[in-house]
Nanobody, 125 residues
Framework: QLQASGGGLVQAGGSLRLSCASS????????IGWFRQAPGKERELTAT????????YYANSVKGRFTISRDTAKTTVYLQMNSLKPEDAAVYYC????????????????????WGQGTQVTVSS
């Protein structure tokens, strides 16, 4: 199971750092994606990183503001969010790719499995 944390209330223009951790020994073998879901909207992918940490993908809406990374031990994936906007407010979830050691990254929602609770990000204007 994946556990997302680090959300909170921040003013527009501020920053937050989200963490995604797992106790699973296989966590380091999977690509991890950060998704978000605002009330009344579909869950959308914001960023994803491959299992080795060498390949990343960003949605256009967050490109240049968000940075995804994973620690050297591959036990945690981070999402650094800068220059936050009110439209970034949502519940953020981390999800694991369904494929072990996938080559490259995928942005398809159906390629990920939802495993745990998200963390709320609120941005005040």
């Amino acid at each position: 199971q994946l556990q997302a944390s680090g959300g909170g209330l921040v003013q527009a223009g501020g920053s937050l750092r989200l963490s995604c951790a797992s106790s699973s020994r296989t966590f380091s073998r999977y690509n991890i994606g950060w998704f978000r879901q605002a009330p009344g909207k579909e869950r959308e992918l914001t960023a994803t990183i491959n299992w080795s940490g060498s390949i990343t993908y960003y949605a256009n809406s967050v490109k240049g503001r968000f940075t995804i990374s994973r620690d050297t031990a591959k036990t945690t994936v981070y999402l650094q969010m800068n220059s936050l906007k009110p439209e970034d407010a949502a519940v953020y979830y981390c999800e694991a790719d369904k494929v072990l050691y996938r080559a490259g990254v995928t942005s398809r929602r159906d390629d990920y499995d939802y495993w745990g609770q998200g963390t709320q990000v609120t941005v005040s204007s």
